[in-house]
């Protein structure tokens, strides 16, 4: 009950504040020069399912996510079970005699040189995925900013639904080496953005719609969501599984429910953003003149897919110690990104390869990781917040980084490493179990480390700057899972947990670069003292809503 009355608060808050959410926008806005409005009906107050809000996009990313979660299992057994059979077959074994692609997995699959080649093939999935992620995240932000975000959304799902038919017809395949096709299913996914253009479109979404004082709350519900995805996902799936004895079954789910989410885009969601109509005939004109091609360096300039980091260390007047907090908290998160990126797939094949876990029993295992991680988000978070700011009431003169803010970051990371660590010493599947349970507290560091960017530049930037931030974590994901998965594939059944202490030694390096993230920032942005309101300054009423809500949570308690 109380965290229902904590949601059911912010919901009202956020509502009852879309004119001042608004007024952040516009104030911000005005350093620039230009108007990003939030839509609103002028003559009267809009229907509310004709007004941009969380909680009308929160629903379709959930099921977006189940989609996405229940296939995190069936496709690394599904690539298991294609590369043991050619494995197999090599060994002279005949095909037909080797494991059916539609059940469980022979025991015999679960050896050291099948392990590392689908080690192996993983590397190459994660270095497409995070090459085409790097290369269009940052644009898709951006473009985010100008044709709006409910097309950016649409077109992070097209690529995954191409991609389960095309997972589909090679598990059907006959051929032994039909699992050399995989990659190419992940190219298709990669090109149209997938949970990076997702995840960064939702938070600038999120963004239109939520005061700064906010959006910590609201950037957890979506990662709560995201969560919630990777726990009822798994868990159908493996229901599914169980009933049908078929493992594409699950993708047949998967596809039915993109298409669920890209029909709710479609007809039902409204857009977060309109733009000024003088500004638009500003640059139309502008496009149509013979000048606006400008030069061949022009012409490189506007391709550089470097030139979006800009806004991480911006030349606009912005005071030094904003700079440094954004590029900190920007590597922060890059660094969290690198070690979560193919970290469960890790868990995974260690547990099938240590324990002999089954599909069924990794989708469970799954499922609960997901369940602690959305309940972290929707009750531990909420609480932290909430005490933190009843003893420490942030100032309205303060922008930047907070003392929860920093908290919670630091808090997730050394959650992150009490269980990789205990999962390296863990004497049974129980223990195992319980300590990938722990690390389900990390799932808060990067909602929170991402709002806090937000609350360092004005709101007709966040588009970009989260763009920016998804471009650094594609980039350090080309790097982290090829290491993982080479340690492993090198190590396995020799120190297979070699792997896991690499992980806690990232997350060791993050806590430390954490510690110099500035906090109590008094002034604005900007060197001329301007940006106050447009980032982080918790007006009189935020303050007010704020501890209206720490008082009911209390009451609760």
């Given at each position: 009950?109380?965290?229902?009355?904590?949601?059911?608060?912010?919901?009202?808050?956020?509502?009852?504040?879309?004119?001042?959410?608004?007024?952040?926008?516009?104030?911000?806005?005005?350093?620039?020069?230009?108007?990003?409005?939030?839509?609103?009906?002028?003559?009267?107050?809009?229907?509310?399912?004709?007004?941009?809000?969380?909680?009308?996009?929160?629903?379709?990313?959930?099921?977006?996510?189940?989609?996405?979660?229940?296939?995190?299992?069936?496709?690394?057994?599904?690539?298991?079970?294609?590369?043991?059979?050619?494995?197999?077959?090599?060994?002279?074994?005949?095909?037909?005699?080797?494991?059916?692609?539609?059940?469980?997995?022979?025991?015999?699959?679960?050896?050291?040189?099948?392990?590392?080649?689908?080690?192996?093939?993983?590397?190459?999935?994660?270095?497409?995925?995070?090459?085409?992620?790097?290369?269009?995240?940052?644009?898709?932000?951006?473009?985010?900013?100008?044709?709006?975000?409910?097309?950016?959304?649409?077109?992070?799902?097209?690529?995954?639904?191409?991609?389960?038919?095309?997972?589909?017809?090679?598990?059907?395949?006959?051929?032994?080496?039909?699992?050399?096709?995989?990659?190419?299913?992940?190219?298709?996914?990669?090109?149209?953005?997938?949970?990076?253009?997702?995840?960064?479109?939702?938070?600038?979404?999120?963004?239109?719609?939520?005061?700064?004082?906010?959006?910590?709350?609201?950037?957890?519900?979506?990662?709560?969501?995201?969560?919630?995805?990777?726990?009822?996902?798994?868990?159908?799936?493996?229901?599914?599984?169980?009933?049908?004895?078929?493992?594409?079954?699950?993708?047949?789910?998967?596809?039915?429910?993109?298409?669920?989410?890209?029909?709710?885009?479609?007809?039902?969601?409204?857009?977060?953003?309109?733009?000024?109509?003088?500004?638009?005939?500003?640059?139309?004109?502008?496009?149509?003149?013979?000048?606006?091609?400008?030069?061949?360096?022009?012409?490189?300039?506007?391709?550089?897919?470097?030139?979006?980091?800009?806004?991480?260390?911006?030349?606009?007047?912005?005071?030094?110690?904003?700079?440094?907090?954004?590029?900190?908290?920007?590597?922060?998160?890059?660094?969290?990104?690198?070690?979560?990126?193919?970290?469960?797939?890790?868990?995974?094949?260690?547990?099938?390869?240590?324990?002999?876990?089954?599909?069924?029993?990794?989708?469970?295992?799954?499922?609960?990781?997901?369940?602690?991680?959305?309940?972290?988000?929707?009750?531990?978070?909420?609480?932290?917040?909430?005490?933190?700011?009843?003893?420490?009431?942030?100032?309205?003169?303060?922008?930047?980084?907070?003392?929860?803010?920093?908290?919670?970051?630091?808090?997730?990371?050394?959650?992150?490493?009490?269980?990789?660590?205990?999962?390296?010493?863990?004497?049974?599947?129980?223990?195992?179990?319980?300590f990938a349970l722990i690390g389900s507290f990390g799932a808060i560091g990067s909602p929170t480390t991402m709002s806090t960017l937000t609350k360092h530049v004005p709101n007709d930037k966040v588009g970009a700057i989260l763009g920016s931030v998804a471009w650094l974590q594609s980039i350090w994901t080309?790097?982290?899972?090829?290491?993982?998965?080479?340690?492993?594939?090198?190590?396995?059944?020799?120190?297979?947990?070699?792997?896991?202490?690499?992980?806690?030694?990232?997350?060791?390096?993050?806590?430390?670069?954490?510690?110099?993230?500035?906090?109590?920032?008094?002034?604005?942005?900007?060197?001329?003292?301007?940006?106050?309101?447009?980032?982080?300054?918790?007006?009189?009423?935020?303050?007010?809503?704020?501890?209206?809500?720490?008082?009911?949570?209390?009451?609760?308690?």
């Open positions: 009950m109380t965290v229902r009355k904590q949601v059911n608060s912010e919901a009202a808050s956020i509502l009852t504040n879309e004119s001042e959410s608004t007024r952040y926008a516009d104030d911000s806005n005005n350093h620039d020069g230009e108007e990003s409005l939030l839509l609103q009906e002028e003559n009267g107050p809009a229907r509310w399912w004709k007004t941009p809000s969380v909680y009308l996009l929160i629903p379709a990313y959930l099921v977006e996510n189940i989609a996405r979660g229940g296939l995190l299992a069936p496709t690394l057994n599904l690539t298991l079970q294609l590369v043991c059979r050619a494995y197999y077959v090599e060994q002279g074994m005949d095909s037909e005699a080797g494991i059916s692609i539609m059940g469980e997995m022979a025991n015999d699959c679960q050896i050291p040189a099948v392990h590392s080649r689908v080690s192996q093939l993983n590397i190459w999935i994660s270095l497409i995925h995070s090459l085409t992620g790097a290369l269009l995240a940052p644009k898709l932000g951006q473009l985010s900013d100008r044709l709006g975000r409910r097309s950016i959304l649409m077109l992070s799902a097209v690529g995954p639904f191409v991609s389960e038919i095309m997972l589909i017809l090679i598990a059907r395949s006959d051929s032994t080496y039909s699992y050399r096709w995989i990659p190419l299913a992940f190219i298709v996914e990669g090109l149209t953005g997938s949970v990076a253009a997702l995840q960064l479109t939702c938070q600038a979404y999120a963004s239109d719609c939520t005061p700064p004082a906010r959006r910590a709350f609201v950037f957890g519900l979506f990662r709560a969501s995201f969560f919630g995805g990777s726990a009822f996902g798994p868990a159908i799936g493996a229901f599914i599984i169980g009933v049908t004895g078929n493992l594409l079954s699950v993708f047949y789910m998967a596809m039915a429910l993109q298409v669920t989410f890209m029909l709710y885009v479609l007809l039902f969601l409204p857009e977060s953003l309109s733009r000024d109509p003088h500004a638009e005939d500003e640059e139309e004109v502008h496009e149509s003149s013979p000048s606006a091609h400008g030069t061949l360096r022009d012409k490189i300039k506007r391709i550089n897919i470097f030139s979006s980091l800009r806004v991480l260390w911006p030349n606009d007047g912005t005071r030094p110690v904003i700079k440094k907090n954004i590029a900190i908290l920007a590597t922060i998160e890059m660094m969290i990104a690198g070690c979560q990126t193919n970290s469960m797939t890790l868990i995974l094949l260690y547990a099938e390869f240590v324990y002999g876990w089954s599909s069924i029993t990794a989708n469970y295992v799954v499922s609960f990781n997901g369940i602690g991680r959305a309940l972290a988000l929707l009750v531990i978070l909420p609480m932290i917040i909430s005490t933190i700011r009843w003893f420490h009431p942030r100032p309205q003169t303060e922008v930047g980084a907070s003392v929860t803010d920093i908290f919670v970051i630091q808090f997730s990371i050394i959650c992150e490493m009490v269980s990789f660590a205990g999962m390296c010493v863990a004497k049974n599947s129980v223990f195992f179990a319980v080309l790097f982290t899972p090829i290491l993982f998965s080479s340690i492993y594939a090198y190590t396995v059944g020799v120190h297979t947990q070699a792997a896991f202490v690499t992980i806690i030694m990232f997350y060791f390096l993050t806590l430390v670069i954490s510690f110099f993230v500035s906090e109590h920032l008094e002034g604005g942005l900007y060197d001329s003292g301007d940006g106050l309101d447009g980032a982080a300054g918790e007006t009189e009423r935020d303050m007010e809503l704020e501890m209206e809500m720490q008082t009911e949570v209390v009451e609760n308690a």
